[in-house]
């Protein structure tokens, strides 16, 4: 078949994607319940540590969007009028970009894992802390 590499190309992007959004609905739960700890919670200083988090997520966030539309772009690069390129058809800068989002997406993954599990342990000790 002609397009193995641009079809295990597409389907990583598309896999990237699905990821992405799935990570954005993720990140909205922990920012709800950031949130709520606000609403809730009359601690002094409470806000500034929810903040953090909030930040944090924030920039993930937006990091997340921007890859995704680099995702977008390399997807218009194998996939034109509906039909995926031919191997011979890939050249070095496809290849060189989709490492690269590779990459990206790895790095991203990583630090989204990181956020998310700081923002829990944060939640889990602002509830202990209240009850």
Same mark, same amino acid.
């Given at each position: !078949?002609?397009?193995?590499?641009? *079809?295990?190309? #597409?389907?990583?992007?598309?896999?990237? =994607?699905?990821?992405? +959004?799935?990570? /954005?609905? &993720? !990140?909205?739960?922990? &920012?709800?319940?950031?949130?709520?700890?606000?609403?809730?919670? =009359?601690?002094?200083?409470?806000a @500034?540590?929810?903040?953090?988090? *909030?930040? /944090?997520?924030?920039?993930? /966030?937006? +990091? #997340?969007?921007?890859?995704? &539309?680099?995702? @977008?772009? *390399?997807?218009?690069?194998?996939?034109?009028?509906? +039909?995926?390129?031919? @191997?011979? @058809?890939?050249?070095?800068?496809?290849?060189?970009?989709? /490492?690269?989002?590779?990459?990206k997406?790895?790095?991203?993954?990583?630090?989204?894992?990181?956020?998310k599990?700081?923002?829990?342990?944060?939640? !889990?000790?602002?509830?202990?802390? +209240?009850?």
């Amino acid at each position: !078949m002609p397009t193995t590499i641009a *079809q295990r190309y #597409f389907e990583e992007l598309e896999n990237w =994607s699905e990821s992405i +959004k799935f990570y /954005s609905v &993720e !990140m909205n739960h922990l &920012e709800s319940k950031l949130y709520e700890v606000i609403r809730r919670n =009359s601690v002094v200083g409470i806000a @500034d540590k929810v903040n953090t988090y *909030q930040v /944090s997520l924030n920039n993930l /966030s937006e +990091k #997340f969007d921007s890859l995704l &539309e680099y995702i @977008d772009a *390399q997807e218009s690069e194998i996939n034109i009028d509906g +039909k995926l390129l031919d @191997d011979l @058809d890939i050249g070095f800068e496809v290849d060189k970009q989709q /490492s690269e989002l590779r990459r990206k997406m790895k790095v991203l993954e990583k630090k989204f894992i990181d956020a998310k599990y700081a923002c829990n342990n944060f939640l !889990m000790g602002s509830t202990k802390n +209240k009850e």
